[in-house]
């Protein structure tokens, strides 16, 4: 069973969504260390660390999270952090809403799965996908 760290990045307090995530990977087989709402960036590499998780699925909803996690890169060259998919969704912006502009920014920051404003069961399917051919 392959192991997934999730939660709300930041300051967002999005309980609901959060669960829906955990739910909806529990579902497909994956063992889940959910970390809840308001987490720290550097609280999510702890996890994937301490777990062993190869997936840190990131969500955001008040569309602050650029500000959580433009400092991923710096993270993962910290760490031995090889072989661990970097995925975050939600609404990931405040006031831009072109995916063109937001998913190469965070890609930038480290991500490997970005999904902005996107269905849930459309970026897990992605997941999924992306884990077959990468892992």
């Known amino acids: 069973m392959m192991k997934v760290v999730t939660g709300v990045v930041g300051n967002d307090i999005h309980v609901v969504a ?3 995530i955990d739910i909806s990977l529990q ?6 260390f959910n970390l809840g709402v308001n987490t720290y960036l550097e609280e999510f590499i702890d996890a994937v660390i301490e777990t062993d998780a190869k997936v840190l699925l ?7 999270a650029e500000g959580w996690c ?3 890169s710096l993270l993962k060259s910290q760490y031995e952090l090889e072989g661990v998919v970097f995925m975050i ?8 809403d072109n995916p063109d ?3 190469p920014k965070f ?4 991500f490997d799965l970005v999904f902005h404003q996107s269905d849930l069961g459309i ?12 892992v």
């Open 18 to 20: 959060n669960r829906l």
């Open 27 to 32: 579902e497909r087989g994956f063992e889940v």
């Open 58 to 64: 990131i969500s955001s909803l008040n569309g602050e």
């Open 70 to 72: 433009r400092d991923l």
């Open 89 to 96: 969704g939600g609404n990931l912006s405040v006031g831009e």
């Open 101 to 103: 502009v937001i998913i």
């Open 107 to 110: 890609k930038r920051y480290g």
């Open 123 to 134: 970026g897990l399917d992605t997941l999924e996908a992306y884990l077959k051919e990468h």
